[in-house]
């Protein structure tokens, strides 16, 4: 037990979370998404969560998996050419994960992916939260941009959804 981690994560109420992502700010991420939707195929799913309960952090639950619970939940994988992303933020952790499903397989590596996360996860840190995560939607979408091309249909909400 990470006694530091579990600290964090007690004393992260959601209020934190929504002072970080206010309504302007999600009315942002979302165009942003809708935006960035426009270049390609793919389908990009943003999910904020201020900390796990405390249940999850006994169990030692890792924002990587938290973020497969939430891809799931989400159903960020029921997109007909299986080509969802979800871009996930454990605030509490400082965390951003991102989870392709299948249709990225072979086709973008896990290095680039962890590159957007590591680059938002600095940006968090020297502006804005809406401005980190609107440039890591921007560079998915880039790199999704490479293998899906553009098609007129939206599967997945574009609203970030708040855990």
Known sequence: MNFARLSRHLFMPRR???????????????????????THGGEIRVALEASLDPA???????PRQRALQAFSHLGVWDTELNNGVLIYVLWADHDVEIVADRGFNGRIT????SEVCHRMERLFSQESAAAALIAGIQAAGTLIARHFPVADRNELPDRPTLL
């Open 16 to 38: 934190h979370l929504r002072r970080a992502f206010d309504e302007a700010a999600l009315n942002a991420i979302e165009k942003a998404i809708t935006d960035t939707e426009r």
């Open 56 to 62: 999850e952090l006994f169990r030692e639950i890792s």
């Open 110 to 113: 896990a290095q680039e992916w």
